[in-house]
């Protein structure tokens, strides 16, 4: 069974930053192309970024030069580097695995911007 595991959210002020991880376990990492999404409260979840298989990446708009999505496959881990972190960045993230049958969700991590 897929498990998919975020740990890194967190509290930071505007302008800060944080490195968000998911831990895949129960399957071959790299053959897995990975996402992250977002929900913040009242809002339906919305995609943040995206990474093949091969290390190719997308973004949403209002992330583009601020996020980095990357994976290490030795470790089986997608990373999201966030910086220059704005308030409407507030909301949980969630890490996916998407598979060629089903996709696999982690439980999410809360990441908070406030002062």
């Known amino acids: 069974q897929v498990q998919l595991v975020e740990s890194g959210g967190g509290l930071v002020q505007p302008g800060g930053s944080l490195r968000l991880s998911c831990v895949v376990s129960g399957s071959l990492f790299s053959i897995y192309p990975m996402g992250w999404y977002r929900q913040a409260p009242g809002k339906q979840r919305e995609y943040v970024a995206d990474?093949?298989?091969?290390?190719?990446?997308n973004y949403q708009d209002s992330v583009k030069g601020r996020f980095t999505i990357f994976r290490d496959n030795a470790k089986a881990t997608v990373y999201l580097q966030m910086n220059s972190l704005k308030p409407e960045d507030t909301a949980v993230y969630y890490c996916?695995?998407?598979?060629?049958?089903?996709?696999?969700w982690g439980q999410g991590t809360q990441v908070t911007v406030s002062t």
């Open positions: 996916l695995a998407r598979g060629k049958a089903n996709d696999y």
């Open positions: 990474i093949t298989t091969g290390g190719r990446t």
